[in-house]
């Protein structure tokens, strides 16, 4: 027994073909804009491509590019059977895809939703690749004259002044690397000296910041060295004064820009996902055409189901196929051994 069982008239098979016409087409539209947020987010992971750890986190924008472009094909070839539907002659043709094309469907809905979890699962390991390449990077902003290496204090000062943060977790994090090239250093200097020689690892450690900290909001001139030396600036308290540097942390930063970004995808792939298990159930009636009572007079009446049978039976009907499908192969294993056993 059909599950679901449905009459169908002309009028009504010409609304609902053109329901699921406009769905497919909506649902192209719907690929169109998850290629493009897919794309606009490798675009910025590729900005600051020198503050990640490794390339894992380009995973999800070529899942996202790789779902838009197989949306907008398999929904373009949907719209096209759907305006053919209506037409018994041109609609015999696409009849024997129908249900392969509907498995597919059921396949791509699923790897549609494993794309939305991943959305908002992989903010865990990017919250890593940040904190991980943000070090690396501090660590390289000296090196000025390095190959390879003289871009990263350009990409870094961009980015602390962009997103108004500074440091990995916060401004400390500068006091305790060396960030100022040997280049620039007076080594006859004693305070340069005493500096170095107070250091285990030999390098220039200094209370202070790059430029790209400083808050231009505030009323104060920016303090970035000494920060921690009171008696170096007039009514100065770096306990409890508001200093006029960024405190907030640039992986902080980072992982809230691109985390957003990726709920908002998440956001819309799930109701892509949404909408295809709506669109799954419409085009479900789709044999009301085959079904027609009188195939040569199209205005007679048709039946259309979500189920050819009721739920237990169609089960138990795909369990039989697969039981069967198995015990094949095994046939042919079997043949093969008896083959090889002769020869």
């Given at each position: 027994?059909a599950?679901?069982?449905?009459k169908f ?13 406009f769905?497919?087409w909506?649902?192209?539209?719907a ?28 995973l999800l924008?070529?899942l ?12 373009a ?20 895809m ?13 790897l ?6 991943m959305c ?18 501090m660590r ?9 290496r003289?871009?990263?204090?350009r990409?870094?000062?961009l980015?602390q ?6 440091g990995?977790?916060n ?7 060396q960030?100022?090239?040997n280049r620039y250093l007076?080594?006859s200097?004693?305070?340069v000296k005493?500096r170095i020689?107070?250091?285990v690892?030999g390098?220039?450690?200094m ?5 790209s900290c400083?808050n231009?909001?505030s009323p104060?001139p920016?303090?970035?060295?000494q920060?921690?030396n009171n008696?170096?600036h007039?009514?100065y308290?770096h ?16 992982l809230?820009y691109?985390g ?5 995808i998440?956001?819309l792939?799930v ?5 295809w298990?709506?669109?799954i159930?419409l085009t479900?009636?789709?044999p009301?055409?085959?079904t027609l009572a ?5 205005e007679?009446?048709s039946e259309?189901w979500i ?5 237990k039976?169609?089960f138990?009907?795909?369990?039989d196929?697969m ?5 094949g192969?095994k ?6 051994v008896?083959v090889?056993t002769?020869?």
């Open positions: 027994m599950l679901m069982l449905v008239d002309l009028k009504k098979r010409v609304k609902l073909a053109q329901t699921v016409w769905m497919y909506f649902a192209v539209m690929g169109v804009l998850v290629f493009s947020m897919g794309l606009f987010f490798k675009i910025e992971l590729r900005k600051r491509s020198e503050l990640m750890d490794n390339n894992e986190s380009h924008p070529n996202l590019i790789f779902m838009g472009l197989i949306a907008c094909g398999i929904n070839f949907g719209g096209k059977v759907c305006y053919d539907s209506l037409d018994p002659t041109k609609f015999a043709k696409w009849k024997p129908l249900k392969i094309f509907l498995g597919f469907c059921v396949g791509f809905n699923v549609l939703l494993l794309t939305a979890l908002f699962v992989m903010r865990i390991p990017l919250q890593f690749t940040l904190a991980e390449g943000l070090r690396n990077g390289y902003y000296k090196d000025t004259d390095t190959p390879g003289c871009y990263m204090k990409t870094l000062d980015m002044m962009e997103f108004r943060c500074c990995n977790d401004y400390r994090d500068w006091f305790e690397i960030w100022v090239s007076d080594f200097a004693k305070e005493d020689g107070s250091n690892d390098q220039y450690l209370d202070g910041v790059p430029f400083c231009p909001s104060r920016c303090i970035q060295f920060m921690t008696s170096a007039y009514s308290d306990y409890t004064e508001e200093l006029n540097v960024w405190k907030r942390g640039c992986s902080d930063a980072l809230s691109y957003g970004m990726m709920n908002t998440g956001a792939v109701t892509n996902w949404l909408f298990k709506i669109y159930l479900s009636p789709a009301s055409l085959s009188n195939p040569e007079d199209p007679s009446e259309g189920l050819e049978k009721t739920v039976e169609t138990t009907d795909i369990m196929k039981k069967a499908m198995g015990k192969s046939v042919e294993e079997g043949g093969e008896a090889a002769v020869s």
